[in-house]
C-alpha cells in the first residue's frame, strides 16, 4: 500500500476521533513502557502504581468547601493485552482497571475500567479494512475527552463502534469510508446542577483523495452525524462538507488541514444553522521526538446539556528525550476547548475548558518506567459560581513484559 493510502486511513480514524466519545485516565506519558512485538502472538501483562496528591477530590467550585476537598490517591493499574501482527492482518485486545484508593475520604474508593478492541486486515493491494470497539467506566466526567460535558464527580459509561474500509482506485486516487456508532450514559446524581445527559450518536465519514506528486494531496470530505440526546424531545442531524489537505513539508514535518461548511437541520422546534468548519495541524516526528499542535472547529452534540454545540478545540503536545540519553524523557501537553450552545435548549450553557499535563520520566530497563507528573483541569460555564479548577501532582511506577505466544 502507498504511502498515500496509508494517510488516507490516518485521516479517516482521526476525523472521526475528533468527533466521538472517547476517555482516558491521562496521569503519566501513557499506560505502559513501549514494547516492540515481533510477527506472531504476544501477550503482554502490566502493572502499575500512581501515587498522587489532588486538591479538588469533588470537582467542587472555587470557594467550595476547598480546606476539606484535597486527599493523597493510591492508584493500581493492572492491565492486560493481546497482540497479533501477521504479514495481512493485525489484532489487538487490551483490558486496563485503575483501583482508586483515598488515604482520607475512603467513601469514594472505586474502580476506573476500560477495554478495547482492534483489527486491521489488508485483503489485497487496493483493499484495506479496519474494525474498533472500547468501552469505559469512569468515577468522574472530566475523563471523557469530549466537548460540551460539565466537570462532575459523577459515575460515566461509554461505548463505541467503529469500522471502514479504504479502497486505492488508482495510483494517485484512494477513498476511504467508515461509520462509528457511540453510546454516553452517566449517573443520576441529586445535585441537579449536574445537568448530564447521555445520549446516542451515529456518524459516517467519507473521504477522497488525489495525490499530486510525491508530497501534496487533496480532496473532499463528507460527514453526517444523527444524535439522540437522552431528554431530547427532537434528534439532531449534522452535515459537514469540506476541503482536505495533507502536505509532507520534509521527511520529518508534515501539515494537515481542511476548510468547509458545518448545517445543522432544523427540527420542529429548532431553526436550522450554518457555521464554517476549520481544522489544521502540525506534525513533527524524529527518531523518539514528536510534536504536534492542532485546532479544530466544528458542531458536535452535547452529551452533557443536551442539543447541540459548536465546539472549538486547540491543542499542542510535545515529547522528546533528555539529556542526550534515551532512558530519560519529557512529556507536555495542552488542550482548549471552547464549546458554545446553538439548539435552544434552556439548561444549555457556554463552557471553556483547559487540561495541561507535563511529565519527567525515566526508562532504567526496556520493561519498567518511572515518571514524575503535574496536571491541571480547569472549566468555566462563564457565569458567577461556574469556574473550577484542580491540581494534581505525584508519580507513575509501571512495568511491563511481553511474552511471544507459541
Do not use: C
Amino acid at each position: 500500500m502507498t504511502r498515500h493510502t496509508r494517510s488516507a486511513v490516518a485521516l479517516t480514524l482521526s476525523l472521526s476521533a475528533a468527533a466521538g466519545l472517547s476517555a482516558q485516565e491521562r496521569v503519566g506519558a501513557s499506560n505502559a513502557p513501549e514494547a516492540n512485538a515481533g510477527p506472531g502472538w504476544t501477550f503482554t501483562p502490566s502493572l502499575g502504581y500512581v501515587g498522587t496528591y489532588d486538591d479538588n477530590i469533588s470537582l467542587f467550585g472555587v470557594r467550595t468547601a476547598e480546606e476539606q476537598n484535597n486527599d493523597f490517591i493510591s492508584i493500581y493499574q493492572p492491565s492486560l493485552e493481546l497482540a497479533y501482527a501477521g504479514r495481512h492482518s493485525r489484532f489487538g485486545a487490551e483490558y486496563s482497571g485503575s483501583l482508586m484508593n483515598y488515604q482520607t475520604f475512603t467513601a469514594l474508593n472505586r474502580w476506573n475500567q476500560r477495554a478495547k478492541i482492534d483489527v486491521r486486515r489488508q485483503e489485497t493491494a487496493r483493499l484495506k479494512w479496519f474494525a474498533r470497539a472500547s468501552a469505559a467506566a469512569m468515577p468522574s466526567t472530566d475523563l471523557i475527552e469530549l466537548g460540551g460535558i460539565p466537570y462532575r464527580s459523577t459515575g460515566a459509561r461509554t461505548a463505541d463502534g467503529r469500522g471502514g474500509v479504504v479502497f486505492r482506485i488508482s495510483a494517485r486516487d484512494s477513498v476511504s469510508s467508515s461509520i462509528t456508532d457511540q453510546v454516553g450514559d452517566f449517573d443520576r446524581p441529586a445535585d441537579a446542577r449536574a445537568l448530564l445527559r447521555g445520549g446516542h450518536v451515529i456518524e459516517s465519514l467519507n473521504v477522497w483523495r488525489h495525490r499530486f506528486g510525491g508530497r501534496l494531496s487533496a480532496g473532499t470530505d463528507y460527514s453526517f452525524r444523527r444524535a439522540a440526546i437522552s431528554g431530547d424531545v427532537e434528534q439532531f442531524s449534522i452535515h459537514g462538507v469540506e476541503s482536505g489537505i495533507e502536505y509532507e513539508l520534509s521527511p520529518a514535518w508534515s501539515f494537515s488541514g481542511g476548510a468547509g461548511i458545518m448545517y445543522l437541520e432544523s427540527t420542529p422546534t429548532t431553526e436550522s444553522r450554518t457555521g464554517p468548519a476549520w481544522r489544521a495541524s502540525l506534525d513533527r516526528h524524529v527518531n523518539s521526538s514528536a510534536f504536534h499542535v492542532g485546532y479544530v472547529r466544528s458542531f458536535i452534540p452535547s452529551f452533557g446539556f443536551g442539543g447541540t454545540i459548536q465546539n472549538q478545540e486547540a491543542g499542542v503536545g510535545y515529547r522528546t528525550a533528555l539529556f542526550g540519553s534515551r532512558r530519560w524523557y519529557t512529556d507536555q501537553s495542552a488542550v482548549f476547548r471552547d464549546d458554545g450552545p446553538l439548539t435552544s435548549m434552556v439548561e444549555q450553557l457556554p463552557l471553556r475548558s483547559l487540561r495541561t499535563n507535563s511529565v519527567l520520566g525515566f526508562a532504567p530497563e526496556p520493561w519498567v518506567r518511572l515518571e514524575a507528573f503535574y496536571s491541571r483541569l480547569q472549566q468555566s460555564s462563564l457565569r458567577a459560581g461556574g469556574q473550577l479548577y484542580r491540581n494534581r501532582v505525584g508519580f507513575q511506577i509501571v512495568t511491563s513484559k511481553p511474552v511471544r505466544v507459541p
